[in-house]
Nanobody, 125 residues
Framework: QVQVVESGGGLVQAGGSLRLSCTVSGRPGVRAAMGWFRQAPGKEREFVAHVSWDGRNTYYGDSVKGRFTISRANAENTVHLQMNSLKPEDTAVYYC??????????????????WGQGTQVTVSS
């Protein structure tokens, strides 16, 4: 059974940094492309970042470009999201997602196969 587990959320002041981590387990030998989404209260789920299965290609949502960095760790199917220069509008539940079947083309939520439970990020002004 595939499991997606996020960690690293918390409370930080505006201008600060946080690093989120995500590990996908249950598919040994399969390297998954992985992404991060976020959802603030009353808003739709928003694409944040994506990294290809081999780590060579990364993509970002417009609102986080230049501030967030997604990377793959040495461990299989573990990714990090380094978030710098955080703003109050970055406050949301952040979800990690994995693609095992098919490919991601438009970075929409329905392209991802497995999801984590989410981790809260709160940025105070």
């Amino acid at each position: 059974q595939v499991q997606v587990v996020e960690s690293g959320g918390g409370l930080v002041q505006a201008g600060g940094s946080l690093r989120l981590s995500c590990t996908v387990s249950g598919r040994p030998g399969v390297r998954a492309a992985m992404g991060w989404f976020r959802q603030a209260p009353g808003k739709e789920r928003e694409f944040v970042a994506h990294v290809s299965w081999d780590g060579r290609n990364t993509y970002y949502g417009d609102s986080v470009k230049g501030r967030f960095t997604i990377s793959r760790a040495n461990a299989e199917n573990t990714v990090h999201l380094q978030m710098n220069s955080l703003k109050p509008e970055d406050t949301a539940v952040y979800y990690c997602a994995a693609v095992v079947f098919g490919a991601v083309r438009q970075f929409t939520a329905n392209e991802y196969d497995y999801w984590g439970q989410g981790t809260q990020v709160t940025v105070s002004s």
